[in-house]
């Protein structure tokens, strides 16, 4: 029995995420909470120090934007976007950052 895409027999029962997950998708809110995600994400991989010379991140079609105050800083993540985009996305659990944009 099928009823509102869920398709699990009567006698299981969903986790509070599946429900979660069920409700973002159904209401369109996915990249609005994977934009939230992505800022917590970028503090969290990144660690403190980076996140505290950071002004902004934004992500738009795939591509992250980073807003950064040190140019040092900007030039030396550079050399690892390929890298940062890869710990991001598997922090996400999907791949949403196509590329990044540091500026």
Do not use: C, P
């Amino acid at each position: 029995m099928k009823k509102d895409g869920m398709t699990k027999r009567e006698n299981d029962s969903f986790s509070i995420k599946e429900l979660m997950n069920l409700f973002i998708e159904k209401s369109n809110l996915k990249n609005g909470f994977q934009k939230i995600h992505i800022e917590e994400a970028w503090s969290k991989l990144m660690g403190a120090g980076v996140a505290s010379y950071t002004d902004g991140v934004k992500l738009q079609n795939g591509t992250l934007f980073v807003r950064l105050r040190s140019s040092v800083l900007r030039e030396e993540l550079s050399y690892g976007k390929e890298k940062i985009a890869r710990m991001l996305n598997e922090e996400m659990g999907e791949e949403i950052v196509k590329r990044i944009m540091l500026v």
